[in-house]
């Protein structure tokens, strides 16, 4: 493993003008992984977005690119196309054609305590953009996928347009995407095997015993279901909290997202979750805000829900984020 972040390091500084100290607070490599067309590519371009803009004021954090590959793939990969020209992303080449150069920035959260006395607290987040097509076999452990046995944390998408018993939720104007079931490869739960074998054989524990590392499982696209299906629905309203995380509100995020997923008959992925992962929490969030059309976001522009929330849990289980109960105060 310390060979593995050797040579992570030494892929970001070949290219890093900064002062090499810059970015050496301790680092958490996120792996953002999913099965093809599952929205992870347009989910980092959003998530980036948002901490460096809203969730960022509201955090009192920087988000600061490392190096220079970074602040230009960022630009050219995901923000110009997504961003300003309102282009949907294109697929994510497999490694095995273009080798992934994970994005590195350092956030930096300035907290107070009770006295005003301010301090800052530093994390190295090194995100990679991971190809669906990668994940759709056992060739995880291949060189190019690697990093993922170094990975601090997880985000796991799962697009509910590709589960079958969720049809019925979907919005009319949602075009079928596949004939779901067509390729069992990419199914939820296949993908999330094959990278937890991967986790573990790094950690080396036996597969009854439960992987320590944090999945944050989130629906993308939750845009695409009906409405009427959300209402009434802790999903539906924006998250409450400024600056913590409302731990009410987390719980019955998952709740109802555990209860989404067993009445699409998607229950299993929680269940195999359970019995691998010391910890995982489901999420609900949209990119997009909207449908897109003809390869375009819709007319409203990009307007993320939610995105920032499996970040803001891993944050509070960094040790960066408070957590709060607003009803027992
Ligand atoms: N309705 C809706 N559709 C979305 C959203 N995010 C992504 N999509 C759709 O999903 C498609 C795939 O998104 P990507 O982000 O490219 O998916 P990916 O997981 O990176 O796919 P690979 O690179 O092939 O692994 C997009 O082209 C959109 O059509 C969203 O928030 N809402
Ligand atoms: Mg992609």
Request: proline share 7%; charged share 30%.
């Amino acid at each position: 493993l310390r060979e593995l972040r050797g040579q992570l390091a030494e892929l970001v500084r070949r290219h890093n003008p900064l002062p090499s100290a810059y970015c050496d607070s301790p680092g958490r490599i996120v792996a953002l992984v999913g099965a093809k067309n599952a929205g992870k590519s347009t989910y980092i371009a959003v998530l980036l977005h948002e901490l460096m803009n809203r969730v960022g004021t509201e955090l009192d954090a920087s988000l600061v690119a490392c190096d220079d590959r970074t602040i230009e793939r960022y630009k050219r990969d995901f923000a110009r196309p997504l961003l300003e020209e309102r282009r949907l992303l294109p697929t994510t080449a497999s490694a095995a054609t273009s080798p992934r150069e994970p994005l590195v920035y350092l956030l930096t959260r300035t907290r107070r305590n009770r006295f005003a006395r301010a301090r800052n607290d530093s994390l190295a987040l090194v995100l990679f953009d991971t190809a669906g097509e990668d994940l759709r076999s056992r060739e995880v452990t291949d060189l190019h996928l690697r990093y993922l046995e170094a990975a601090d944390a997880v985000i796991f998408l799962v697009d509910p347009l590709e589960l079958p018993g969720a049809r019925p939720g979907l919005r009319d104007a949602v075009p079928a995407p596949r004939v779901p079931g067509e390729d069992p490869d990419s199914e939820p739960l296949n993908v999330i095997a094959r990278v937890t074998d991967t986790l573990r054989g790094r950690h080396g524990t036996r597969p009854g015993e439960p992987l320590p590392v944090p999945v944050a499982v989130a629906l993308t696209k939750m845009d695409a279901l009906r409405p009427d299906l959300l209402r009434q629905s802790a999903l539906h309203r924006t998250r409450s909290g400024a600056g913590v995380l409302d731990l009410d509100d987390r719980e019955a995020v998952h709740e109802q997202v555990r209860a989404l997923l067993h009445d699409w008959q998607a229950g299993q992925l929680d269940t195999y979750l359970g019995q691998q992962y010391a910890d995982h929490a489901f999420f609900a969030l949209s990119a997009l805000g909207g449908v897109p059309e003809d390869g375009r976001v819709g007319a409203g522009g990009v307007r993320p829900h939610r995105a920032e929330d499996p970040l803001l849990w891993l944050l509070y289980r960094f040790g960066m984020l408070d957590g709060v109960r607003p009803e027992g105060e």
